[in-house]
Structure formats: C-alpha cells, structure tokens
C-alpha cells in the first residue's frame, strides 16, 4: 500500500520560512521519484519541484532559488524547505510519485498526499 503524508503546513509571515515534510510509505523511496504539486483556490495546480531517485531536482521558475527539495532515504522522507515565502505561495502543498526514478509532470504522478496548507501572511 503506497502511501505520502504531508506534514509541517502553517501560517507563516511573509519573508518567513517553513519546512514541509512527505513521509512514504509501501515502496521503495530509494527507487523513486518524489514531486511537491501545490494548488490554490480555484486555480491550476502548479508543479513545484521534485527530485529524481539520483539526488538531481528541478523547479518551476516561480521558486527557483526559495526552495529546496531533499531526501532521506533511510528515513523514508523527502522535505520541501521554503524560504523567503510571499503572499502568493498560499496553498496546498501536495508530495506526489509515479513509482518511476526520473522525475515527471504532475498529470503522471499516480499516488498523492492528502496535502498539507500553507498560508502566507502577515
């Protein structure tokens, strides 16, 4: 049973900074890929960022150089560490895996979180 739990969501002030957590479950996290989606109220859901089985990460232009997505194999984690966070990174947060080692776009990714909220504000 394949399972991701997101963690660590909160509000938080602008120019503040948060770690979110996924804890997995049911596979093998060494193997896989991990995504961070998120998705604001009526608006399309966003990819974030991810990070392939080797270690190498991508993200959205939005957050490049303000997140930063690890992992700890041992542990069965990945984290999303969000800093210098803005009004407009409000959202739900979501981890998300396609069981396959590269990463992909979030229309691939089978198995979800239940998410975790995220309020930028002051």
């Known amino acids: 049973q394949v399972q991701l739990v997101e963690s660590g969501g909160g509000l938080v002030q602008p120019g503040g900074s948060l770690r979110l957590s996924c804890a997995t479950s049911?596979?093998?996290?060494?193997?896989?890929?991990i995504g961070w989606i998120r998705q604001a109220p009526e608006k399309e859901r966003e990819g974030v960022g991810c990070i392939a089985s080797n270690g190498r990460t991508r993200y959205a232009d939005s957050v490049k150089g303000r997140f930063t997505i690890s992992r700890d194999n041992a542990k069965n984690m990945v984290f999303l560490q969000m800093d210098s966070l803005k009004p407009e990174d409000t959202a739900v947060y979501y981890c998300?895996?396609?069981?396959?080692?590269?990463?992909?776009?979030?229309?691939?990714?089978?198995?979800w979180g239940q998410g975790t909220q995220v309020t930028v504000s002051s």
């Open positions: 049911g596979f093998t996290l060494e193997y896989s890929a």
């Open positions: 998300a895996t396609a069981l396959s080692g590269e990463c992909t776009t979030k229309n691939v990714y089978q198995y």
